[in-house]
């Protein structure tokens, strides 16, 4: 599915942050990319996301063996990319119902698809509110406007479960949540899981992955995977920091 | 109440420059630099204009004159809605225009004032009096839509009686100079202001934005004006609200907000307040800038296209101003209209 080989990122043309990243994930599978502040987590996420100002100076990122740094940002959404932000914008003046729609219709006007009918989107939309727990009277405001960390975050997941992506990018979903948005949030995300589609959960802390199972996990550090393994790995460096197996691998 | 500056066409002398405080922005006198000729007779318009499907009754000029041949109208508004069309077709000439406004005790009518022409380099100069009577209400809603080498100046004076209602939005999208420009004195006693405007600018367009409110005694003013500039664009924002001594308990907002779409576009703003009375709230907010890019990325990292994504985000912006027409049907005139400008402007 998601294929990063030998990837190196510049940000601003100056400050290398990436340097050699590999990783593979494949179709079906929950990948855990762990590791310090500053070890380029969120530009991981972003470069993959298609953000302009992430240099890609080498390597490559397929997804299902197409090259997806040769898209923007919206084709790359188009072919089944989703990044859930860690702070997810807030724009006045368009009402989340309306802007998901919107996306959802380019999308599927990218890949040659009529447009959902509304009638159709709105019971949809409505399900996927009401099993995050949403008032869907906040789904006619701005988007994100006025919510809390924890509503954020469910608005991601809401319009996740509308996009239906194939690749979803999970950055520090659980950064702002208390234990029971957690839960409503990781159970959204686990409700997703399938055959045909990936995830990457990039965090911090363990505690996210008790709740979103990894079957990998990756630890990044210094712009390089530098350790994987299954899920222990998240225990191992919750019980004795990164410190340890960042020196290692030095 | 500082009383406007008093264009006659015929009158160089009477042309404000650059060196006029009020005018140092809209330089005039720079591009109109000679009486402007009469402009020719032409025929009545056909009713209508950008509100045609609001049912109203009319009063429309074509080059200046009505079709008595008068400059002037005086009209008395005791209900309902009204179009007042100014409909220019001239070149290399000009017309000055005058209307007298009445709306008597507790009357409540809605004025769709619009500036309309297919084409040419004309000056034009219209100059109004509102008069609102006790309680009377009056919503004014005005689209400017004139050609990129016109020059138009409106000037509105507005005259409140205690308890009456005054609500104005202006859309401007530009000429080579275009000016409204707009002095309300505000006697409190319950007196309720709402100054709303809204330009869209590409080209070398300019447009200009102009109010001055004196508050005589308290009350209330609010202001929300925004604007999208691109190309070499060029737009003015001026507003100022003076709190006279004895204006007491005086509240006034006023915002303006600019989005800037080009390197090359400008935005002047000028907010003033001047208070001279005491237990006043006044408040002034002023931004000019560009669309925000993580904004711009997030929507896009959802599958929106760029552009789409900048008309999202900039419909959003305008939005809030077209929102707060009250009368619907014009709302749903405007929102499409200022619409189509900005998929236009992005």
New interface residues.
Partial sequence: MLSIKNLHVSVEETTPILHGLSLDVPAGEVHAVMGPNGAGKSTLSYTIAGREGYEVTDGSILLDGEDLLALSADQRAAKGVFLSFQYPLEIPGVPALTFIRTALNAQRKARGELEVPAPEFLKKVRAAAASLKMDFDMLRRGLNVGFSGGEKKRMEILQMAMLEPRLLILDETDSGLDIDALRIVAEGVNAMRAPDRSMLVITHYQRLLDYIKPDKVHVLAKGRIVASGGPELALTLEKEGYDRIVAEAA | MSAPFRIDLRDVSTFPTRRDEAWRWSDFRRVVSSPAAPAPEIAAPEPGGPFAAIEASETAFANGRLPDGDATAYLTLDGGVHRLRFVTQADASGWQAGVRILVPDGASVVLLETYESSGGAYVANAALTFHLEDGASLERIVLMDEPADAVSVSTATVELKPGARFAQTVVATGARLQRHETHLEHPGQGVEVRMDGLYLLDGSRHADLTTVLTHTGGGETRQMCKGVVTGQARAVFQGKIEVRPGADGTDARMRHDALLLSDRAEVDAKPELEIYADDVQCAHGNTVGAL????L??????????V??KI??T???V??VVDRIGFEPAREIVGPWVAQRLEALV
């Fill in positions: 925000d890019d993580e904004a990325f997030y929507i896009r990292s959802r599958g929106v296209p760029e789409e994504a999202l985000l419909q959003a912006f939005g809030e």
